[in-house]
């Protein structure tokens, strides 16, 4: 079983920065890809970013990148989610997740995960 405990959300006004963490433990979870999702209220659970923990290569929701950025430290077992020049409809809560490869993070999240964290919320203010 792999746990995640996402931590860093908060109230932020636009424009600002905001890094969200996810530390990560369990069995094996370093052969999983690790990836950041977000909900905002009254809307679908949408990809945000994703990280193979074994090479660190990333992947990006399109619109989202170049302003956020995925990494992980693997002697911590956590994994960032920098969030630079943020906008009102960013808000959300933001999960992260482990899949088991790239494809189902990426496409089949839904019901393709392994495990999920709790989330964090983001609140970003105009």
């Known amino acids: 079983q792999i746990k995640l405990v996402e931590s860093g959300g908060g109230v932020v006004q636009a424009g600002n920065s905001l890094r969200l963490s996810c530390v990560v433990s369990?069995?094996?979870?370093?052969?999983?890809?690790m990836g950041w999702f977000r909900q905002a209220p009254g809307k679908e659970r949408t990809f945000v970013a994703a990280?193979?923990?074994?090479?660190?290569?990333?992947y990006y929701a399109e619109p989202l990148k170049g302003r956020f950025t995925i990494s992980r430290d693997t002697a911590e077992n956590t994994m960032y989610l920098q969030m630079n020049n943020l906008k009102p409809e960013d808000s959300a809560v933001y999960y992260c997740?482990?899949?088991?490869?790239?494809?189902?993070?990426?496409?089949?999240?839904?019901?393709?995960?392994?495990?999920w964290g709790k989330g964090t919320l983001v609140t970003v203010s105009s």
């Open positions: 997740a482990a899949g088991p490869n790239v494809q189902t993070v990426l496409y089949r999240a839904t019901n393709g995960m392994d495990s």
């Open positions: 369990g069995r094996a979870f370093s052969r999983h890809v």
């Open positions: 990280i193979r923990w074994t090479d660190g290569n990333t």
